[in-house]
């Protein structure tokens, strides 16, 4: 090929180490036959993430920023997108810079006192770490706050759909993905296995599972599918039930409703263009869980999006601006700190000398959790969890 190789030179680089670049004209045979050149004449292939990791060991970017470039990747949507190119250009590493900068300086404050007997210790010394903890406090949990909406940014949310045979579901489906996906046929039956496809409402990425329809069955592979139908609910986000309003209730649809969760639920009674059979309103959910649609109806299916939208961003401001947010890692780590910094607060609360080596070391380990987080404080399986989910070469 005709490539074009551009140099650059440390520390100006990714790496802050010296990089070449090797650009050509791309398609599989073309980029094959270049990287055979460049392995035969004695480099290796990177391991998954290495270049994201030499820029962290170099101390051009924290552990923090690092996932911020996997998230980049990985976004689904361009809220995600956002979200993850405000934290890969330190919005949310400055989050956790202030509060363990905090956390430290109270920290540094709490051990001088160990040094003084407890009657030659100022008055005012106590009262003023406890402030500072509390502020550092404060910001902790204001940033653990943030997981729900990192969460739903970064998994996205698992919609299934369940039902009797024939009341929609496979409609629905094709209706929200405005595709011709799963078969509509008014045999019972005809969806035997999960179909699961991605999509993206309101900027949340959405895994949509349409399942078998619940029905008693002899035939055992339809059987497996209704076992699978019930494995899927189990582990949704928001379970759709669908009833058909044509079509009386019988014991099991009532059931069905009755079993659903209130907090992850919504119930779609279709077929409201048909003559129906009005049903009973469950108690257990709040009207807005509860609606009444034709799924022929485009007005109708833009309504069930808006609502899906709604049940899955509950406590989620999707109006404001993309920020950066906290993944399950931060989480955890930021959870065991705050385990660690209140059982230092109430040490510190006793006032009593034999107890403040105790609140010093508690808040020592606090402060060693947060470093976890951007990387202050880091071992090798640590680094090897993390920059292992990366692709090969970024």
């Known amino acids: 090929d005709e490539a074009l190789a551009l140099l650059f030179r440390a520390p100006r680089s990714y790496t802050r180490e010296d990089i070449v670049e090797i650009h050509g004209h791309g398609g599989r045979t073309a980029a094959t036959r270049l990287l055979r050149s460049v392995l035969s004449a004695g480099a290796r292939l990177a391991e998954p993430g290495e270049f994201t990791r030499r820029a962290f060991l170099s101390g051009r970017i924290d552990l923090v920023q690092a996932e911020g470039v996997l998230d980049l990747i990985r976004s689904q949507s361009d809220r995600a997108a956002s979200a993850a190119l405000e934290q890969l250009e330190g919005s949310l590493s400055l989050q956790f810079d202030q509060i363990y900068s905090g956390m430290l ?103 949509l599972v349409d399942t078998a329809g619940l029905r008693e069955t002899d035939c055992e592979i339809e059987a497996e599918g209704i076992k699978r139908t019930q494995l899927a609910r189990a582990t949704a986000d928001l379970h759709i039930y669908m009833a058909d309003l044509s079509v009386p209730p019988d014991d099991d649809v009532l059931r069905h409703i009755a079993e659903l969760p209130e907090g992850r639920a919504l119930l779609l009674f279709n077929k409201s263009d048909l003559p129906h059979v009005w049903p009973p309103v469950p108690e257990h959910l709040p009207a807005d869980r509860i609606l009444k649609v034709s799924i022929l109806n485009p007005a109708d299916v833009r309504h069930v999006r808006k609502t899906i939208i709604a049940i899955l961003s509950a406590g989620v401001d999707l109006s404001a601006r993309p920020h950066a947010t906290i993944s399950e890692r931060h989480r955890q780590v930021l959870a065991e700190a705050l385990v660690e910094l209140d059982s230092g607060m109430e040490y510190l609360a006793a006032r009593r000398e034999e107890v403040m080596v105790l609140a010093a070391s508690q808040v020592r380990l606090a402060l060693q959790r947060i470093g976890e987080a951007t990387g202050k404080v880091y071992h090798e399986q640590l680094l090897e969890s993390i920059f292992s989910t990366f692709c090969i070469g970024k």
Not at 155 to 164: E, L, Q
């Open 105 to 207: 300086a109270a920290a540094a404050q709490l051990e001088a006192t160990l040094d003084f007997p407890e009657d030659e210790l100022p008055e005012t010394i106590v009262p003023k770490i406890e402030s500072s903890l509390l502020a550092c406090r404060r910001d902790l949990i204001n940033l653990l706050n943030t997981w729900d909406e990192g969460r739903l940014l970064r998994d996205g949310a698992r919609v299934v759909i369940s039902g009797k045979p024939n009341v929609g579901k496979s409609t629905l489906l094709n209706a929200l993905l405005e595709a011709n996906r799963a078969i509509v046929s008014p045999i019972p039956g005809t969806t035997r296995d999960t179909i699961e496809e991605d999509l993206v409402l309101g900027d949340i990425p959405i895994r």
